[in-house]
């Protein structure tokens, strides 16, 4: 009896599992019955927005590869772009002119000077740049006078030291290296003792070692050390005993001139620099039908100072040179010093730019001092116009005819480029 | 006096070279941040600040280079000035 209704239970639980499986077969088949329907609408839905709209996927896949193509198109555009622009050499040219305009004191006024002075930057990649300024200078005879300023190629060994060669501008204090430009000067005039035959080197020829340094205490700072071929002393045409500190070739039978200037940057805007240099001058001698040079001892120093902020912008510079006595000579040594001061204030809004400057300069023969006073207006941030006035003070020349003590009126129109 | 300053020359030049290990280590990538702050605290020191639209991206590179030896900038602040003016510009170069 028990057998029986264990076999009676078997059966039951086998015969509805297996109506089951027959009823989850004819779901599945009503289940892919209605997704054929679904697929079937998807198509006939895909072809009608097909027909309203004439956009079928192949046009798809068409413009998706186009703008590929144009997006591929303009990548290798801006390669190549940047290919050329990231060339390894190439140069550039820069420069500054200046046209002036001098009314003097017991004289005409006349259009004074016209100087165009190109400047020629040559680079190869990070390594090596050369750089070189002529100067032409139109003179009151018509004629021209050319002037290579400095021509000098400069390899970087790392980021802090360049290998400099060539004809390179004094690194001794600021002005000449750095602030003489017409379009950066200030004022139309240098400072008394910085041009030609001043008492400020203008250039060396040979070899210097300069970068910035890295920081310290967030302080920055920067060098030169050089060694250069000797400057010369003696008497110019006008009559006036000079050292002719410009860079020439030849050492002229005397020592190397060595030296060298460090600057910090303590706060922003101010540098401070000091240098020196030490070494012979050459001084030609005739005896007879003979010339040969002689040496006399020489050095110089200098202190500079900088500051710019809000518009106000304050230089300021000593540098002095000496030249030691030599029994062989009928001229004496001495000191030639030049130095000035110059204080101007920037309105950027109207674009006007008050300055004052006093200048003085010694030497054996002259003690000269000068104020100057002048107005800038900046067309542009590199085209300026300047117009100043100049008190001239020759306390060793008196003399009626001489024209050391006339004021003068300087205009100028300057530009950089 | 001579002495001494062709001690300083030779002492320099080989602390300066010692460098080239410091620098060889450094971060070479630009930071214009760097850039704009080292621009700042330079440029108008010795001369009115020229907009980056002034010059080209091409003539920039060079007077950069120009103005690391005029200035003593190192080569990383060079590089940082330049990231910030290229950055800086708004118009674009003639192709």
């Known amino acids: 009896m028990k057998r029986f209704v264990i076999g009676i239970t078997l059966s039951s639980v086998v015969a509805s599992t297996l109506l089951g499986v027959q009823d989850d077969a004819l779901e599945v088949k009503q289940l892919r019955q209605e997704m054929n329907e679904l697929k079937q609408m998807m198509f006939e839905l895909k072809r009608s927005n097909e027909k309203l709209t004439g956009y079928t996927e192949k046009d798809a896949v068409s413009a998706s590869s186009e703008r590929e193509f144009s997006k591929l198109k303009s990548t290798v555009e801006e390669m190549k772009t940047e290919l050329e622009g990231n060339s390894k050499s190439g140069f550039q040219l820069a420069g500054y002119a200046a046209f002036d305009w001098t009314d003097a004191q017991g004289a005409d006024n006349e259009f004074s000077g016209v100087k165009f002075a190109p400047i020629f930057h040559y680079q190869y990649g990070q390594i090596f740049q050369f750089e070189g300024e002529l100067e032409f200078i139109s003179q009151d005879n018509g004629e021209v006078e050319t002037e290579l300023e400095y021509a000098a190629g400069t390899l970087f060994l790392n980021d802090y030291m360049g290998l400099q060669m060539g004809k390179f501008l004094s690194p ?31 250039s060396n020829v040979g070899i210097a070692l300069r970068g910035g340094l890295p920081q310290v205490a967030d302080i920055r700072s920067n060098y030169v050390v050089f060694v250069s071929n000797a400057p010369t002393y003696g008497v110019a045409d006008d009559g006036d005993v000079v050292i002719d500190a410009s860079g020439k070739t030849t050492a002229s039978d ?55 902020a809000n518009g106000f912008d304050f230089k300021a510079e000593h540098i002095e040179q000496h030249i030691g006595e030599n029994s062989a000579s009928a001229l004496e040594g001495g000191k030639w010093r030049a130095r000035y001061a110059q204080a101007s204030y920037q309105f950027t809004s109207l674009k006007i730019e008050p300055v004052l400057r006093y200048s003085d300069y010694h030497n054996p023969e002259q003690e000269k001092n000068q104020w100057a006073v002048g107005v800038n207006y900046l067309f542009a941030n590199n085209v300026i116009a300047k117009l100043a006035y100049e008190y001239n003070t020759d306390e060793d020349d008196d ?16 530009f950089g480029f | 006096m001579k002495n001494i300053m062709k001690s300083f020359t030779v002492v320099a030049f080989v602390l300066l070279n010692l460098s080239i290990n410091v620098s060889a280590s450094e971060e070479k990538k630009a930071s214009s941040v760097n850039g704009a702050q080292v621009w700042a605290d330079t440029c108008m020191r010795c001369h009115n600040l020229r907009a980056p639209e002034d010059l080209s991206k091409r003539a920039w590179k060079y007077s950069m280079q120009h103005m690391r030896v005029r ?11 330049l990231a910030f003016i290229l950055e800086s510009k708004t118009t674009e170069d003639a192709k």
């Open chain 1, 172 to 202: 001794l204090g600021q002005y000449v290296q750095n602030l003489h430009p017409s379009w950066i000067n200030k004022l139309p005039s240098n400072p008394l003792g910085f041009g030609h035959d001043g008492a400020a080197p203008t």
């Open chain 1, 254 to 308: 005397v020592s190397k001139t060595w030296g060298g200037r460090f600057a910090v940057n303590p706060v922003a805007g101010m540098e401070i620099g000091v240098s020196g240099a030490i070494g012979k001058a050459a001084e030609g001698i005739t005896v007879g039908a003979d010339t040969f040079n002689i040496a006399r001892d020489y050095d110089a120093y200098g202190f500079d100072i900088m500051y710019n």
């Open chain 2, 71 to 81: 200035a003593g900038l190192t080569g990383k602040e060079t590089r940082d000035v």
């Open chain 1, 399 to 414: 003399a009626v005819s001489s024209s050391a003590n006339d004021n003068r009126v300087l205009a100028q129109f300057a």
